[in-house]
């Protein structure tokens, strides 16, 4: 069974994360261990789907993701 710690949750990039990012790393770790058998597997499948898409595809989705998020920090502030 693979065990979620921040430094494999955040990938190679945890030392670079601010605190604020940390803590919401550790949340959603919290959370999804807390999650029953079937909802982990769903999530499993959903992140399986993901690594099948190319990469320029995931790319543009992460692209517009960041862009969506960005805007809406701005309307949040």
């Not at 994360?17 to 261990?33: G, H």
């Not at 999530?43 to 960041?66: A, C, M, N, T, V």
């Amino acid at each position: 069974m693979l065990v979620a710690t921040p430094a494999w949750a955040a990938g190679d990039n945890w030392p670079n994360l601010s605190p604020k990012e940390k803590e919401r790393v550790r949340r959603n770790i919290d959370r999804y261990e807390k999650l029953p058998p079937q909802d982990k597997e769903r999530l499993r499948e959903e992140w399986d789907r993901w690594k099948k898409f190319p990469q320029d595809r995931r790319d543009r989705i992460k692209q517009r993701y960041d862009e969506q998020r960005r805007d809406r920090d701005r309307n949040n502030d």
